[in-house]
């Protein structure tokens, strides 16, 4: 290997390490098997206390990986935190998974895409506890197939307004 090739070569896998070096506090996916997803399959996330952050403005996100066998556009969540208190706030929310022309969003190849969706943003935590959300679909499929897992991200906000 040449000299400047060896660079490119360096630069490259510095990037990628950079860009991996996340403000992560928690990151965690439920698989599914089969890629179907069943009514009764809550999906429970507990953050530990350690990972937490107090009185500094966190986002939170929800991590979808779906196959090209998924029905629809949307999806619907049922959702329930524990971030203001130690009782759950429940929370429905919809997500457009593609467009109208069935173009994925997110990142993907093949036949595997992955999206990330904003759940909530500016969350200040205000104990040292661990912290739980629980997750249903609210789809009438059952089971909902051509999803593969869902995920938890909790990272440090980078805007706070």
């Known amino acids: 290997m040449n000299r400047n090739s060896f660079y490119i070569v360096s630069a490259v896998v510095l990037l990628f390490f950079y860009s991996c070096q996340?403000?992560?506090i928690y990151y965690n996916f439920e698989q599914f098997t089969k890629s179907e997803w069943s009514r009764n399959d809550t999906l429970y996330f507990e953050i530990d206390s350690t990972s937490v952050i107090?009185?500094?403005?966190?986002?939170c996100n929800i991590e979808?990986?779906?196959t090209s066998?998924?029905?629809?556009?949307?999806?619907?969540?049922?959702?329930?935190?524990?971030?203001?208190?130690?009782?759950?706030?429940?929370?429905?929310?919809?997500?457009?998974?593609c467009d109208e022309y069935g173009?994925?969003?997110?990142?993907?190849f093949g036949s595997v895409y992955q999206?990330?969706?904003?759940?909530k943003r500016?969350?200040?935590?205000?104990?040292?506890?661990?912290?739980?959300?629980?997750m249903v679909h609210g789809m009438r499929?059952?089971?909902?197939?051509?999803?593969?897992?869902?995920?938890?991200?909790?990272?440090e906000s980078s805007t706070a307004d």
């Open 64 to 66: 979808i990986v779906n």
């Open 141 to 155: 499929d059952e089971p909902l197939t051509g999803i593969d897992k869902v995920g938890i991200k909790l990272y």
């Open 122 to 134: 500016n969350i200040i935590l205000k104990e040292k506890r661990n912290y739980k959300i629980k």
């Open 103 to 108: 173009k994925w969003y997110g990142s993907g």
């Open 69 to 97: 066998d998924y029905p629809y556009r949307n999806i619907w969540l049922y959702i329930q935190d524990d971030f203001s208190d130690s009782i759950y706030t429940h929370y429905e929310k919809q997500y457009e998974l």
């Open 54 to 59: 107090i009185g500094k403005p966190l986002d």
């Open 22 to 24: 996340g403000d992560e």
């Open 115 to 119: 999206l990330s969706l904003n759940y």
